[in-house]
């Protein structure tokens, strides 16, 4: 990232803190939203913010689309959807996930667009929105292949019956959501393409007008451009992160969020020592070892030992022994003179290297969505903003020394 600190020591603002920490690029995510929007042919972006917007901190980044000219935002709870409205956010919020069990009482309060797919949940925001004298918005999502959520085709006609019935609710949307898009020209999302656009003309024909549709994730807008649709519904790409290694992201895009953490201390070990819970590493020569204050609960999976690198000084370093709750181990080598408080880049460049989460999802088998939501509560973000250091905070609010 273009603004970060030079990463060589723990920045000032965590004197108090612990000296791990994420950097969130926000000029990086107005950029990647500018990139994006040009992708799907200048068609208005929904932007998928759900799970602390995958960990990049849910308020700055709602902001920072607000003001790039986002035309709404989705989440995947309600309760993500009422903290943006606290915070101020005034875009149109979708909760893309079920309603609350309680009812729509909630999402009306709050001004938060449910997406629907069963005329149950339609009664019960008639229900609610006449209760309040008030006129609701919901999106239709139609199943053209997931089996998740959506609506069924084949359930269309008594769904479209129903809120034709209805005076207090509007059908604002139609949408859907892809099962696989592994490669362009993947069969199975073809054959959703074809499905949601039938669905979608006879939604048309039952409504009697232009009901606008959305599709297009992250995967699709790599592989299928005609899914843009009249909108698209794009989050990881807006993070800078390519969904698969086997799709091509429109260029430009660029990561929005570098993970560092700093020598806590280092120790000199002979050859033939076991290292770590289980000794599953035994030093083969005489080394130096680095920990690092990061572990699992905290997003390192356990397995990065043997499968993952990081960065010293513009030098790749492996993880050795398991990964622990809280820490990880480094072979610094010998007569690399590091010292406590040494930068290690976990996630991110420093000195022409870069190691990305697309990387650590190949070499660990798991997926960049895995990595990202898992990058845990209790690390200090600090978020950048015109190039300067905007906001420091931990999500784990109660985990901070400055009161
Ligand atoms: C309904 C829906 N739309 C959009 C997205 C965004 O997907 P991506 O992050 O691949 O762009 C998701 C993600 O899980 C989703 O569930």
């Avoid at 949940?121 to 139609?142: I, N, Q």
């Avoid at 073809?190 to 009901?211: I, N, P, W, Y």
């Avoid at 895009?253 to 002979?270: F, G, T």
């Avoid at 209790?378 to 609010?397: A, F, K, N």
Wanted: overall charge neutral.
């Amino acid at each position: 990232m273009s603004h970060s600190p030079a990463a060589r020591r723990v920045p000032d603002a965590l004197s108090r803190r612990r000296p791990t920490w994420l950097e969130i690029d926000l000029d990086a995510l107005a950029a990647n939203f500018r990139v994006l929007s040009e992708a799907a042919g200048g068609r208005p972006l929904w932007c998928v913010v759900k799970a602390e917007a995958y960990s990049h901190g849910a308020m700055a980044c709602s902001r920072t689309l607000e003001r790039a000219g986002a035309a709404g935002l989705v989440v995947a709870l309600p309760e993500e959807g009422m903290a943006l409205r606290r915070g101020g956010i005034r875009l149109p919020i979708l909760l893309s996930g079920p309603l609350p069990a309680g009812g729509a009482d909630p999402l009306l309060e709050h001004d938060i667009t449910p997406a629907l797919s069963r005329t149950e949940d339609l009664r019960r925001l008639e229900d609610a929105a006449a209760r309040r004298g008030a006129r609701a918005s919901f999106h239709l999502e139609v199943d053209s292949g997931m089996t998740r959520m959506g609506l069924p085709p084949h359930r269309v006609d008594a769904f479209m019956q129903a809120a034709a019935g209805c005076t207090h609710c509007h059908l604002e949307a139609v949408f859907s959501h892809l099962a696989s898009v592994h490669e362009p020209g993947d069969e199975a999302a073809r054959r959703q393409l074809e499905c949601f656009s039938d669905t979608v003309r006879h939604v048309r024909k039952l409504a009697g007008r232009d009901v606008p549709s959305h599709l297009a994730s992250s995967p699709a807008l790599c592989a299928f451009p005609q899914a843009a649709c009249d909108m698209a519904r794009p989050g990881l790409l807006l993070y800078g992160v390519s969904p698969a290694p086997t799709l091509n992201p429109p260029a430009g895009l660029a990561p929005v969020l570098s993970l560092r953490a700093s020598l806590v201390l280092i120790q000199e070990v002979p050859a033939g020592v076991r290292v770590g819970y289980g000794g599953t590493w035994t030093s083969p020569a005489d080394t130096c070892l680095g920990v690092i204050s990061l572990g699992y609960a905290d997003g390192l999976w356990r397995d990065c030992a043997g499968q993952a690198e990081a960065i010293l000084d513009g030098k790749r370093v492996p993880y050795v022994g398991a990964v622990n709750m809280d820490l990880a181990q480094i072979d610094l080598g010998v007569g690399r003179h590091a010292q406590p408080g040494d930068v290690v880049t976990i996630i991110g460049c420093h000195g022409g290297e870069a190691i990305t989460l697309e990387e650590l999802a190949t070499r660990t088998g798991r997926t960049v969505y895995e990595w990202l939501t898992n990058l845990g509560g209790r690390v200090p973000r600090l978020t950048y903003r015109s190039g300067r250091l905007d906001h420091v905070w931990t999500p784990i609010g109660s985990l901070s020394m400055e009161c």
